[in-house]
């Protein structure tokens, strides 16, 4: 088992790095307050990886993929998405990268209740006035996730599973670049969070899906092509392929 | 508990800022329109003071009575009667209370303009009838000396040591002011101006009479009142007792004052309404956000009572700060109100004694409703397993059930019919039930009046993009709670609307179709309030030498009543009471175009007389036939002559034109107060002529226009108060927008994450509630101009079909109201689309 971090600098003109941080660093408040959640991280997500971020509570995994998606701003480094200095990208430019290059999906699933699934699945494509919605693709989609007979059903009438799953359908429809999903399998019990990961794994395996997912769950981990460990807002491992028991051994020590 | 409870509140309040706000609005609304109502002054008091020694009055038998602003005519007290009076032992003076107004140092009609009446009265010395006592200086003892009530010498700027110019039917005159006088321990007698002249001014020279003659003796009340009766001299007139006469006095001025406080009351329990939709709105809007809170302190332990306990205390808490900012907020509305009221005129004697039952109604709505209105929707919160409110993230609205579509149907369908039967059987009563009736209906089916809205305006709305369509279903989603909200703006538009139509309707009836038919350049009349300073000899003399004048038709106005078993219908003020114009004939047809129906104009005359058509319609009389009036002169038959299709302007509308011997027929003795005049001349050029400052030159159409002035002047009131319902109900809608976009902080970041910009979700929220107001907006116009036409329909006797519409008054009513709508939603959509998403996906 390979425990080296990754020293290399990722690129970002390489066309398989899909998203990268360079130095980046997050401060929160001032002073004697303030609070490094990460400090000077340097990493690269590759094309058809699925990665998982892991490191407890207060670790910094959190702010590190809020940064790298350019939900927040960094205090000091760099956040590529593409070879796009997330930075310099003013409100209409990010919102147009959100709906077009990037999936979100939340541990608190965040549909919105007005709309039917399929509403929510198509509201990126929607929101942009240009795209249009790729009925094969929904189609495909909606069937791997097993929620084509509850499109026209509001949030509120479907269960847990299935609104995490219309978001996984939302996350993916515009076929991001890349998805971040923060503790997607939170809200959900072994048995739907075992099916969602087998549809995330899917995702990548098939269609070649970049995903960086952000968790504490070694189950979840244990999906994904390579895990980082995160403590104190560094990078403090890293791993390929590991196996629950390798998951449990590392954050044991980290601990 | 109480301290735990007050930390919760206190973490909320910038949530329940804006509901305190919206609370407190409501009382000051409330509490300052209740003040005003209940601050008009008791008018019993001064009079019943002054003629403490008062034992009988005598007065003419009356000829019309008192309407409004249309003052009642009793024929008069002949000087002979105080004499036999005076001989028979008593103190009896005669009262004629001749016009005379004030001009202060600019060169106007000054002091207590607006008065009911300016007059003299010739000072009394010690008698005990003398109303008036010397506060300041000394009383007038001679000619050229006069008195002025305090009020009176206050508003015209005026002190003992002055010479006042005073206007009475006789021209301008001047006089040293000697003296400053109280009236019954108040600064004035009520809603007069009273100028105090020597007795022995020509002034009260007595022509046919007196209006009434006031007697004191040393015996009782009814004994003085019985021996007076017992005299041969006053046969044929009213002997009252001299409680009786005060009484009625009173009563009188309280009958216009009524008018005003009914007036009044009408805009408290519409604030009390509006304040009640907006206090009640504020909590089911934020339904979800407390069925969890809720939830989540029954999860760890809390019982159902003391979780309601907490709600009361929370709700009481809200109650109190905002009863507290209104009451502090109303105690000053009520003197801009007043001072309001000064500037336009409408100078009602107020009190400075604040009402306490005023401040217990504010409280009671400002608390009371408050609790109710965060009780009901409590108990349904906590009426749910508290691990089901927790787990659902997302606690659908509230929708009406069945049972509310069935009553909206059953209310709309019975409204509809008690308005249709009511605007067709002219029955005012069902009329005003069918509109109540039908307001209650659209409040009801609010919810179901915005969701159809929503679904309407689904494909427009998505032209504009996908936001846009979202804003639509989430207006539909949410129409349960936010109904309320819109209801509030439709009373407030609806009223608007209601009083413009009708401010329109009437004037346009006043006015008549006759006012396009006067062709005289313009119209001479005295500024003063009835009796006005009359046109003297002189001064028309001194008009006809004007050069370029071609006619002058000095007009002599009165009232009769019919003697009729038919009901004169005639909407509007003077109901029953007939004006009568009384001018040369020729001169009238020079200056306005009589359209003749039937008859012949040359036989006008004497007592013949012409009628204009919808009179003669409902009086059931025609050309040739006769028509008894109870005039000065007694019971008068006129013979009709003429039938003319709409006759002179006027208000009371004249309805029967006579020629100048008419006068003697019904005993009418005063000059004209009136003149038409046909000129060349500039309108300068006339009102340097006239030289007097309470006489007017108006051009024909500012004298058209003046008729309707009156109702000008309550309409700018009405406006003032709708206009503060209006805002009540904006601040409503801000807090609903509010209260309704922290509740849904989550779909939001939801849309931003999916990639909506900033721009699209405030668009979004921007149509939501524009939408929203629109509904209330439009829906507000509608119901009036239903309810205005029905209510017409009802009290003209279907003589007027529809309101008088003016399509760019309702256009402005309807775009203002948007943008109040919108601008309301404006900044909280704004700070929604600015919010940080991060945050808000971390709060989730």
Partial sequence: MKNTPTTTIPDPADDDNVASLVGATKTFGEGDAAVTAIDDVTIGFRRGEFTAVMGPSGSGKSTLMYCQSGLDKLSS?????????????????????????????????????????????????????VAQVDESFLNELTEVLAIQNRLGNRPSELSGGQRQRVAVARAMIPRPDVIFADEPTGALDSRTSGE???????????????????????????????????QDGQLVGEARHPSVDDVLDKIRELS | MLQRTIKLAWYKRNRYALTVVAIGLSVAF?????????????????????????????????????????????????ERV????????FEAVGFSSPYAQVIDAGGNAGGQVQAAANIAEPWLGSSVLNGFAVVDGAPPSGLGEMALDQTTADGAGLSVGDTVTYVTDRGPQQADLVGIVSFGGANNDPYVSTVLLDASDPLFTVVAGHDYVLVAGDASAAEVTAAVSALGAVNGLTVESGPAWIAGEIEQLNSFLGFFETFLTVFAVIAVVVGMLIVTNTFTVSLAQRTQELALLRLVGTTRRQLMSQVVIEALLLGLAGTALGTGVGLIGVSAMGAFLDVLGLSIERSNAIAYSAIAIGAIVGIGVTVVAAVLPARKATGVAPIEALRTSEVEPPSAGRRRQVLVLITSLLGLAALVFGSAQGDILYAGIGIGVLFLALYLGGEYLIRATARVARPFLSLAGPTGGLASRNLERNAGRTAAAASALMIGVSLIS?????????????????????????????????????????????????????TVAPTRLTTVTPVTEAEVSRPGPGDGVLGVAMADIDELQAVFDFEVVAGSLADVGGSSVVVDEATAESLSVGVGQPLAVTALAGSVDLQ?????????????????????????????????TLAYVKATTSQAVLTNAVGIPTIDVLSTDDYVASLGSNLDTILALVYALLAVAVVIALVGIANTVSLAISERV?????????????????????????????????????????AAASFFRALSGG??????????????????????GVLAAWLPSRSASRANLLDVLKAE
Wanted: charged fraction near 15%; proline fraction near 5%; include cysteine.
């Fill in chain 1, 77 to 129: 480094g760099k956040a590529y998405i593409g070879d796009v200095d997330v930075s310099t990208l003013g409100d209409q430019e990010l919102s147009v990268m959100r709906r077009s290059q990037l999936g979100f999906i939340f541990q608190s699933f965040h549909l919105v209740p007005a709309l039917t699934a399929r509403e929510n699945i198509t509201l990126p494509v929607d929101l942009d006035r």
């Fill in chain 1, 196 to 230: 969602l990961l087998k549809y995330l794994r899917q995702a990548v395996d098939a269609l070649g899906q970049t995903i960086v997912m952000v968790t504490h769950d070694a189950v979840a981990a244990s999906y994904c092509d390579r895990v980082v460990y995160v």
């Fill in chain 2, 30 to 78: 409330i509490v300052s329109t209740l003040l005003l109502t209940t601050s008009i002054a008791d008018v019993g008091d001064p009079l019943n003071q002054s003629y403490a020694e008062l034992d009988a009055a005598v007065s003419g038998p009356s000829v019309s009575a008192g309407d409004g602003p249309i003052a009642g005519i009793s024929a008069p007290v002949p």
């Fill in chain 2, 82 to 89: 105080v004499d036999a009076i005076n001989a028979a032992g």
């Fill in chain 2, 498 to 550: 209601f009083f413009t139509l009708m401010a329109a309707t009437i004037g346009q009836f006043i006015a008549g179709d006759s006012a396009d038919a006067i062709t005289a350049d313009y119209v001479v009349q005295g500024v003063g309030n009835p009796p006005g300073p009359v046109l003297n000899d002189e001064l028309l003399i001194r008009l006809e030498s004007v050069d370029g004048v071609a």
């Fill in chain 2, 640 to 672: 009709v002559v003429a039938v003319v299709a709409s006759s002179l302007p006027g208000q009371p509308q004249p309805a029967i034109v006579g020629d100048v011997e008419l006068a003697d027929v019904v005993g009418y003795t005063e000059p004209a």
């Fill in chain 2, 746 to 786: 989550g779909e939001i970041a939801a849309v931003r994450a999916a990639g909506a910009s900033r721009r699209q979700i405030f668009w979004s929220l921007i149509s939501e509630f524009g939408l929203l107001a629109l509904v209330g907006v439009v829906s507000g116009v509608a119901f009036a101009w239903v």
């Fill in chain 2, 799 to 820: 003589q007027i079909s529809y309101p008088e519409t003016d399509m760019l008054s309702g256009l402005l009513i309807i775009v203002g109201g948007m943008l109040g």
